[in-house]
């Protein structure tokens, strides 16, 4: 079963600096952050900006090809998650048939801002994310809640500008 998601901002963690996109489902009881790298995060950020770069960066040059080749995205789901990497399948659709591509959930992400696709996210994968969250030795037992307290508290003023 999966979950249709939104992108509600991009944050940076506190132990590592390293970006992090948030995803909420649409009623805001799920979240679900995913780490991803600083180019991908850019990427995202300028599509959630509508900055317009003065040449297309490569998630706005896949977009151009998909156009003209008429594949159209039909929705990104973020499939699974091993070994503390999450994984995502993009699935396009020309002339009745439907094609899943292997990708990474942040330049996923990127693909489906870009043609205003949905992004989900299977409901197994929120699972092994709060696993995956509460084994880190940042936190110690008694503050195991810590992540979790987090995310469910985020709001738009706690997003700024992601700096690019």
Known sequence: MVIQMKVYGLTVDPFTNAPIVI???????????IWIGVLEASA??????????TRPMTHDLLKSILDKIKLAVSRIVVTDLKDNVYYATI??????????????????????LRSNS???????????????????????????????EILDNLSPEDFGKYKM
Do not use: G, H
């Open 118 to 148: 949905p992004i989900f996210v299977d409901k197994e994968v929120f699972e092994k994310s709060k696993r995956m969250l509460f084994k880190y030795d940042a936190f110690n037992p008694d503050e195991s809640n810590k992540w979790e």
């Open 44 to 53: 995202i950020a300028t599509e959630l900006e509508k900055i317009q770069p």
């Open 23 to 33: 995803l909420k489902d649409m009623d805001n009881q799920n979240t679900l952050p």
């Open 91 to 112: 699935y396009m659709i020309s002339d009745n048939c439907e094609y899943e591509i292997d990708a990474r959930p942040s330049d996923a992400i990127a693909v489906a």
